[in-house]
């Protein structure tokens, strides 16, 4: 309910009204004040009333936006407030815009992107061994580059013959992410692993895979819950071969199925082991932080490849 300014006379709402004309908000442009002889609550003119403020506009934030934020400091414990200003054609004075970043999701992001560095690498000329770093797990023209863990002795799961004889099929592409076997060969002895179909049954007893080599940040959590290293393989397995079913179906020919399987890039139980690794060594709802460290933060989420997505693949 609004009340007579103290020591005002007539309209009790007219200093309200003074105080909005008069202020120019920073961020938001306030609406058109509408009298009661204005009101007209058909569809059409709430639309056009809600055009006329900028409340619930998106506004597009771009990574030169980001290198320009500056860390105002934490809210609540939960988000980071930030701002920068920006200029436009359309309005070329410069404006002030405020951003508050989710601490947790920021400081996962750089955590993942680290992991991703420290993990895989891309070669750029096999020949004379230079190597950038890379954060793509989908480049399929590049050969990767894991940073293993040889595991000694290796690893023990027992699958079915068919699917042994499948790894070994595309044992090439589980090396690329550093998945690596000791003595599959002989695993696969009595089975012709080219002509090998879906659904053809070799031996109805699980035989033993023996697994040489894991990649370093997952290898930890596959030694201590073997099952998850067998589910990468099987659930891998089976995009190679719905993959190869559907692109059977649409072009109606044969295409090489180890180029099919090499564009599929990392298996996502890898992605999905590197992304909770992240998720639980970042910064946590709660956690106090000064201000710069809410500055180390922002900082190096201006270095990411992707600094807008969370490592769970939604956008911030």
């Not at 500056?70 to 436009?88: C, E, N, P, R």
């Not at 106090?288 to 922002?298: A, G, M, S, Y």
Request: charged content about 25%; hydrophobic content about 35%.
């Amino acid at each position: 309910t609004l009340t007579a300014r103290p020591g005002g006379g007539g309209n009790k709402n007219e200093w309200v009204r003074e105080v909005l004309e008069g202020w120019k908000n920073p961020i938001y442009k306030a609406p058109n004040l509408l009298t009661n002889a204005q009101i007209n609550c058909t569809s059409k003119a709430i639309t056009n009333g809600n055009n006329d403020s900028t409340i619930g506009t998106r506004i597009p934030i771009t990574k030169q936006n980001l290198k320009t934020m500056h860390v105002i400091g934490q809210v609540d414990k939960k988000f980071i407030a930030t701002w920068y200003s920006s200029s436009s054609i359309d309005s070329p004075e410069k404006s002030t815009h405020l951003v508050i970043i989710d601490q947790h999701a920021a400081d996962e992001r750089v955590k993942l992107e680290a992991i991703l560095h420290q993990t895989f690498c891309v070669a750029i000329k096999a020949s004379d061994n230079r190597i950038s770093n890379d954060n793509s797990l989908n480049s399929p023209g590049d050969t990767k580059i894991a940073d293993t863990a040889r595991l000694d002795p290796p690893m023990q799961i027992m699958l079915m013959p068919r699917d042994i004889a499948a790894v070994f099929r595309h044992r090439n592409t589980f090396s690329r992410w550093g998945i690596e076997f000791s003595d599959i060969q002989n695993a696969c002895v009595g089975a012709d692993t080219n002509s090998f179909e879906p659904g053809q049954e070799l031996q109805r007893e699980q035989q033993r895979l023996l697994i040489s080599k894991l990649p370093r940040a997952i290898a930890g959590r596959c030694i201590a819950d073997p099952e998850l290293i067998k589910g990468i393989l099987l659930e891998h397995l089976q995009r190679i071969d719905e993959a190869f079913s559907f692109v059977f179906e649409k072009r109606n020919s044969v295409m090489n199925i180890s180029v099919i399987a090499s564009s599929l890039g990392c298996p996502k139980g890898i992605t999905h082991l590197l992304n909770s690794k992240a998720c639980r060594s970042a910064i946590m709802f709660g956690d106090d932080l000064e201000k710069n460290q809410c500055e180390t933060i922002v900082n190096d989420l201006k270095e990411c490849d992707f600094p807008f997505q969370c490592a769970h693949g939604r956008p911030r």
